[in-house]
């Protein structure tokens, strides 16, 4: 945890209002090779797990879907693409935005989403809106996280639920060992080799060991007046599904 004046910014302790800087910089780096260094990072597995989360979301014709810390689209438009009738994919990085936007005009899905340019923690849209808000990868990345939390439960309609997928903890005691060998030693050699970006890919290793366990991120979603608060690990404990519903 940190006080008012400082957070963390991977393993360094940073003045609060420096982090979104850093954070901005880091995506900025790498956003022309997000996509490619995500399928390597993580060997293809954050496709399975994508895949999962849309499958919970159950996107449906109705459907009014607030992507948080969208990036360069993955999410909105797997849920576009499984039948959700409208998305306002929104990041606060409009180097992410502009990727997304290329991607959205080549899949033809422009005209059913809308991009924002827009700090999750701060949210220029109305209360009690969306019937859906999903933020995947994202929340990690934030200063402040039950600022985010509670912007969701704010723009979400009454019945509407809110979903984050996030790296979280390995419950799985045999895993742990080698998962701390690839985070440390492999993702900062292909932040280094193909993103050309060591301290980027640092970042992220780092920054997935300061977020809260799964059982700490479900009371703070309770405390932003999220309901029915649930969680489901992936492989392990290595990401997680939260789950909570605006009642
Ligand atoms: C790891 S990417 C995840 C992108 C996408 N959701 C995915 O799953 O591929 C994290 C994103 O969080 C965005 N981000 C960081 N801080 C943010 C904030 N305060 N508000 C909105 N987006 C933020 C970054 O710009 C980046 O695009």
């Given at each position: 945890m940190s006080d008012n004046a400082t957070t963390h910014f991977g393993f360094r302790t940073v003045p609060t209002e420096a982090k979104k800087g850093l954070v901005r910089e880091v995506f900025e780096s790498v956003a022309p090779r997000y996509d490619l260094m995500n399928d390597l990072m993580s060997l293809g597995i954050h496709r399975v797990w994508k895949r999962i989360f849309v499958t919970t979301l159950g996107p449906r014709p109705s459907m009014r879907l607030l992507d948080l810390a969208g990036g360069t689209g993955d999410i909105t438009f797997a849920a576009l693409d499984r039948g959700c009738g409208h998305a306002v994919l929104s990041d606060i990085n409009p180097a992410m935005l502009r990727v997304a936007e290329e991607r959205a005009v080549e899949r033809g899905l422009i005209g059913r989403m809308e991009l924002l340019c827009a700090d999750a923690e701060r949210l220029p849209l109305p209360d009690d809106h969306f019937d859906a808000v999903t933020i995947a990868f994202g929340l990690r990345n934030c200063t402040d996280i039950d600022a985010v939390l509670r912007e969701a439960q704010r723009v979400l309609r009454p019945g509407g639920r809110f979903l984050c997928l996030e790296f979280s903890r390995v419950?799985?005691?045999?895993?742990?060992?080698?998962?701390?060998?690839?985070?440390?030693?492999?993702?900062?050699?292909?932040?280094?080799?193909?993103?050309k970006d060591e301290e980027a890919y640092r970042y992220l290793a780092e920054s997935i060991r300061r977020f809260p366990r799964q059982p700490e991120l479900a009371s703070r979603m309770t405390a932003a007046k999220l309901e029915r608060v649930t969680w489901r690990d992936l492989s392990g404990g290595i990401a997680a599904i939260h789950s909570g519903w605006k009642l």
């Open positions: 419950t799985v005691a045999a895993l742990a060992p080698v998962y701390d060998a690839y985070s440390f030693r492999v993702l900062p050699f292909l932040g280094r080799t193909v993103a």
